[in-house]
């Protein structure tokens, strides 16, 4: 399994009219909306657009046919609402188009972080950082089982195997990797 | 528990009862809530996303919005489609049928002019007689009797708007009248058909020409 799946079951849900489905969506995907958007129209307007594409995508939930990933069809609502934001503003949307390949890659690269606040970047590179500490002290088991997981992407069957554990295991030991990075995100948070 | 399954659902590692059971559980704690957005926070943050520290909670706050406006919450264009109530089709008729139907309602059509140039021709010769017509006397009902040239559609009345006959009945009637008051009648109803020309109604000539072809009249003694 991997994270597509867990938007599938959500959008799935979602799509039935389950709005608790949605909200997980919401919640998984606010901050990559809020920069998405915020690298048009600016970082003032940007949790209102990006409140305004969240309400778009509920209402055009049910015609979202799967042919992409959930967020590259979010991504796809998210530029066209921050360009209708800057028209209804009398602003020229920028020329600078962003592919939509950069809808899987997004906040991956550093060029797409250059409009950022000073204090998100203070505060994603204090999460980053404390993250890494919090993961460097795990013991072991629990810390290969987070790094196979997060860095290198493996399933949990597959992490089973090559841990040589049941996949309970696994899933315990990734939770409890995630309850101590969660005790120092926390507070950053808060 | 609910904490585990949230982080296996973060991985996409959970069964449909089991994400069933997040969304309970979640529903009932903000607490979980907010752990799922730290949670999702975290991984975005070593991803390269900026993270804004939240000045109120964004996603609430896109939750009450969509509840505000419920009735939004669908978008019509973007309705399920279902499948649409087929109505029973009716049974396309032969040709000859339609054609029969339509004959049928051109003879209607037929005589509703008809009738009304009869009502003008009964009050006309009403007039011209200057003497009251009984309505039970053939001898002075004007009898239009259009000359259908064996036309189908066309059906004759008389002043009572009754349908004397049809024009594929042979019988053609003849009207008791006088040849003075028969010439007169004629002249009128050719003024009559002629007036609309002038007037510039030329689809309604037309239609008037073909529902009601000259007139005839014959007077008692047998002349136009």
């Known amino acids: 399994m991997n994270p597509d799946i867990t938007d599938e079951e959500l959008v799935v849900l979602a799509q039935s009219g389950d709005k608790r489905a949605f909200e997980m969506l919401v919640r998984k995907y606010q901050h990559k909306i809020v920069q998405l958007v915020s690298r048009l129209v600016g970082d003032g307007d940007a949790p209102d657009v990006a409140q305004e594409t969240l309400i778009k995508a509920w209402r055009a939930l049910k015609g979202f046919q799967g042919n992409s990933a959930f967020y590259t069809w979010l991504y796809r609502i998210g530029i066209n609402t921050a360009k209708n934001h800057l028209v209804s503003r009398g602003r020229r949307p920028s020329n600078q188009d962003i592919d939509i390949a950069d809808a899987e890659q997004f906040g991956h690269t550093e060029h797409l972080s250059d409009v950022d606040t000073p204090e998100s970047l203070l505060l994603s590179d204090e999460i980053k950082q404390k993250v890494g500490e919090v993961i460097a002290k795990l013991p072991p088991d629990l810390r290969q089982a987070i790094v196979l997981r997060e860095l290198e992407g493996l399933s949990y069957e597959e992490i089973a195997e090559a841990m040589d554990c049941p996949i309970g295991t696994v899933r315990s030991r990734i939770f409890r990797a995630r309850e101590a990075i969660d005790a120092v995100v926390n507070p950053l948070m808060s | 528990m609910s904490e585990e399954l949230l982080s296996a659902l973060l991985d996409g590692e959970c069964t449909p009862a089991e994400v069933e059971e997040v969304l309970a559980a979640i529903d009932r704690s903000p607490a979980l809530k907010a752990r799922w957005s730290r949670m999702c926070a975290s991984r975005d943050a070593r991803a390269g996303v900026s ?21 939004e919450a669908v ?128 689809g309604a000539l037309g239609y008037t020409r073909i529902v009601a072809q000259p007139g005839s009249y014959a007077s008692a003694s047998g002349s136009n």
């Open chain 2, 51 to 71: 993270i804004a520290k939240p000045a109120f909670d964004f996603a609430a706050g896109v939750m009450a919005a969509l509840d505000e406006a419920p009735a």
């Open chain 2, 75 to 202: 978008n019509p264009k973007v309705v399920p489609l279902r499948p649409r109530a087929v109505a029973p089709q009716p049974v396309p008729l032969p040709a000859a049928a339609v054609s029969a139907r339509s004959l049928r309602w051109q003879r209607f059509a037929g005589l509703a002019v008809a009738a009304s140039i009869t009502g003008v021709v009964a009050i006309s010769g009403r007039n011209l007689l200057d003497r009251p017509i009984a309505s039970d006397s053939a001898a002075t009902l004007a009898q239009v009797t259009a000359d259908a040239g064996g036309n189908p559609d066309i059906v004759k009345v008389n002043a009572n708007g009754e349908i004397v006959s049809t024009a594929d009945q042979d019988a053609v009637l003849s009207a008791q009248l006088d040849d003075e008051t028969a010439s007169k009648l004629t002249g009128y109803i050719i003024e009559h058909i002629n007036l609309p020309a002038r007037a510039g109604m030329g």
